[in-house]
T-cell receptor, first 115, second 110 residues
Framework: KAGVTQTPRYLIKTRGQQVTLSCSPI?????VSWYQQTPGQGLQFLFE???????NKGNFPGRFSGRQFSNSRSEMNVSTLELGDSALYLC??????????????FGPGTRLTVL | DAKTTQPNSMESNEEEPVHLPCNHS???????IHWYRQLPSQGPEYVIH?????VNNRMASLAIAEDRKSSTLILHRATLRDAAVYYC???????????WGAGTKLIIKP
């Protein structure tokens, strides 16, 4: 079974631009979660999508948004990029995201650098 | 949300057992204890989870204290490939989302 894939793997943008990151979950998984990882803040939850609906949201500004398609693939968008948005963005998929024993499978991440 | 406390880093010798501790004194009765690890330049990967009883799988063992206020991840014979940051996370009905702490950076010495 193919794992979680994320594209692109690396991205360099300048302040003020916007960016779209893509995530393809494991086949059969309907829950996709996004995380931001920085050296200072660690792993922080951005949002989770299930059946094309945002089910949970972390504490991030509205510049961070996402969506999920009918095939469970997900995209996240960051508008008006700031230097502090430089981070590793991780996508994780799971079967339904609600089971207390539900395992999350992570992709390799997209490394975003904002100049 | 229930929180966990882990040492910032630990060192161990290759081919020796490693015991990674985690304190979770505010755990509730329905919270599961999950462990993930993140190898360098990779996304986190699932290691093991448990509720009350000790658990074993091909990667590790999880020992849970009787009062469930602490747990220990045991790598029976560490290799250089086990060098990673290990995260202990609680997951319960009040927080389906995984809440990540800083984790423990495990350094394996050859």
């Amino acid at each position: 079974k193919a794992g979680v894939t994320q594209t692109p793997r690396y991205l360099i943008k300048t302040r003020g631009q916007q960016v779209t990151l893509s995530c393809s979950p494991i086949s059969g998984h309907r829950s996709v979660s996004w995380y931001q990882q920085t050296p200072g803040q660690g792993l922080q939850f951005l949002f989770e999508y299930f059946s094309e609906t945002q089910r949970n949201k972390g504490n991030f500004p509205g510049r961070f948004s996402g969506r999920q398609f009918s095939n469970s693939r997900s995209e996240m968008n960051v508008s008006t990029l700031e230097l502090g948005d430089s981070a590793l963005y991780l996508c994780a998929s799971s079967f339904d995201g609600l089971g207390l024993t539900d395992t999350q499978y992570f992709g390799p991440g997209t490394r975003l650098t904002v100049l | 949300d229930a929180k966990t406390t882990q040492p910032n880093s630990m060192e161990s010798n290759e081919e020796e057992p490693v015991h990674l501790p985690c304190n979770h004194s505010t755990i509730s009765g329905t919270d599961y204890i999950h462990w993930y690890r993140q190898l360098p330049s990779q996304g986190p990967e699932y290691v093991i989870h448990g509720l009350t009883s000790n658990v074993n799988n091909r990667m590790a063992s999880l020992a849970i204290a009787e009062d469930r206020k602490s747990s220990t991840l045991i790598l029976h014979r560490a290799t250089l490939r086990d060098a990673a940051v290990y995260y202990c996370i609680l997951r319960g009905r009040s927080n389906y989302q995984l809440i990540w702490g800083a984790g423990t950076k495990l350094i394996i010495k050859p």
